[in-house]
């Protein structure tokens, strides 16, 4: 069974400062990863998604996210954070069947200090 | 484009009510899945339509929980009658195909307390 643990609930970064936010998956094949945001109020929204091939993924606002496999990692990252990425963060796992099938971690809230 | 339509934007009712929440995808969108959402945890699936066909309904709780989607378009999501552990963010998604490397398009939800 496909599993995904976020093992940060909740991270609180100043402003302009680095970001990490960390992702551990559990899948018995090669894996299809995505990297979702939830402002408040609001539905998922895609940051980022990882099939094949370079295993450093660029994404949108300026976030990155690093497929490790022999770590069953895939970290999210952003070098300067902005008062408006202030949001929850989703690691999903899925496989070759289809994305909307994907298992969900439980998120990691992020707070920016100004 | 428009996005993924939901309504209610917010439900409160009693346990043992009925309750019905509203989707309308993208236009155009073949596949829709609805999603329970809890507090504290991930989008967990209940169920994926592939234009008005039901191709997963595997996580939904059919004793309580139905949807359709009659016309392949917009869809209905009933839970009837409500329990207290049913108070959750349901979300409906949208996406193209349905395949491995889609993108799902999310509405805002419904968040549903019940008392």
């Known amino acids: 069974a496909q599993s995904v643990t976020q093992p940060d609930i909740h991270i609180t970064v100043s402003e302009g400062a680095s970001l990490e936010l960390r992702c551990n998956y559990s899948?018995?094949?090669?894996?299809?990863l995505f990297w979702y945001v939830q402002s408040p109020g609001q539905g998922l929204q895609l940051l980022l998604k990882y099939f094949s091939g370079d295993t450093l993924v660029q994404g949108i606002k300026g976030f990155e996210a690093e497929f490790k496999r022999s770590q069953s990692s895939f970290n999210l990252r952003k070098p300067s954070v902005h008062w408006s990425d202030a949001a929850e963060y989703f690691c999903a796992v899925g496989g070759n069947t289809n994305a909307g099938k994907s298992t969900f971690g439980d998120g990691t809230t992020l707070t920016v200090k100004p | 484009e428009a996005g993924v339509a939901q309504s209610p934007r917010y439900k409160i009712i009693e346990k043992r009510q009925s309750v019905a929440f509203w989707c309308n995808p993208i236009s155009g969108h073949a596949t829709l899945y609805w999603y329970q959402q809890i507090l504290g945890q991930g989008p967990k699936l209940l169920i994926q339509?592939?234009?008005?066909?039901?191709?997963?309904d595997s996580q939904l709780p059919k004793d309580r929980f139905s949807a359709e989607r009659l016309k392949g378009v917009d869809s209905t999501l009933k839970i009837q009658p409500a329990k207290l552990e049913d108070s959750a963010v349901y979300l409906c998604?949208?996406?193209?195909?349905?395949?491995?490397?889609?993108?799902?398009?999310f509405g805002s939800g419904t968040q549903l307390s019940v008392l």
């Open positions: 899948y018995g094949a090669t894996p299809y």
């Open positions: 339509f592939q234009n008005n066909g039901v191709v997963d």
């Open positions: 998604a949208s996406s193209s195909s349905g395949t491995s490397n889609e993108k799902l398009f």
